[in-house]
């Protein structure tokens, strides 16, 4: 099993839980709030078109985090010789030479549509989502955890009015997603409210046993 999507509110600790089921199933890490924070701090084009979106805590437009998505994936392609389809800019960014197999997507979708424009990325990779991943925490302790990196990332969009827009914007628009995937059998929901090393154990029970299973079908 390869492909997976981490999925949360903000603030629940997604960003986190995805580095480290990176490492442990060596699996490409694609945040695309990383992707979008990157272009801001590079001042591309579309970092300056997305900076204002982004501290103001709304989600930026397709047509801007879709083909950043779509570049990124690509470099896990399978293609016989993948770098023949990446540009020279692409393997700058993201230039690790070792390119795992499968990936654990970060921030992505956040709408319904994004949810369908994902599946089509896979399937035009001959590829598909093997499983969703959802952080649960109250809302009362994901204020409390935005407040308390607020104090360390620096981020722009980690200020009392934005957060609350943000946390907003996630029930209106994201939780919808959650419903797309529960009905596609892919979703597995998971209590974030322990500390880090307890979700990440009851994480990777998630996924240890999906693996388990989907061998035991190809056997
Ligand atoms: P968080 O999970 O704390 O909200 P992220 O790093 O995932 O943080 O995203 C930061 C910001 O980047 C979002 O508030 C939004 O403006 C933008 N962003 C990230 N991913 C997407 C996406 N899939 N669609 C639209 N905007 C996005």
Request: charged content about 30%; overall charge positive; glycine content about 6%.
């Amino acid at each position: 099993m390869a492909n997976i999507v981490i999925f949360g509110a903000p603030g629940v600790g997604k960003g986190t839980q995805a580095k480290l089921l990176a490492e442990k199933y060596d699996l490409l890490h694609i945040s695309t709030g990383d992707l979008l924070r990157q272009e801001v701090q590079m001042q591309t084009p579309v970092g300056q078109r997305a900076q204002a979106i982004i501290n103001r805590g709304d989600l930026v437009g397709d047509d801007i985090v879709v083909p950043l998505l779509d570049r990124a994936l690509r470099l896990r392609s399978t293609h016989p010789d993948p770098d023949s389809q990446i540009d020279p800019w692409d393997r700058q960014i993201h230039g690790a030479p070792h390119r795992p197999e499968g990936c654990i997507i970060d921030g992505f979708p956040r709408t319904v549509p994004q949810a369908q424009t994902l599946e089509f990325l896979f399937r035009r990779m001959k590829r598909r989502i093997d499983l969703v991943l959802a952080i649960e925490v109250s809302r009362n302790e994901l204020v409390r955890r935005i407040h308390e990196r607020a104090a360390i990332s620096g981020r722009t969009d980690d200020t009392e009015e934005v957060i609350r827009h943000r946390l907003d914007l996630y029930d209106r628009q994201t939780q919808p997603v959650l419903n797309y995937y529960r009905v596609s059998g892919l979703l597995v929901s998971v209590d974030g409210s322990g500390e880090i090393p307890d979700t990440n154990t009851l994480l990777c029970r998630v996924i240890d046993s999906k693996r388990k299973k989907q061998t035991l079908n190809k056997q």
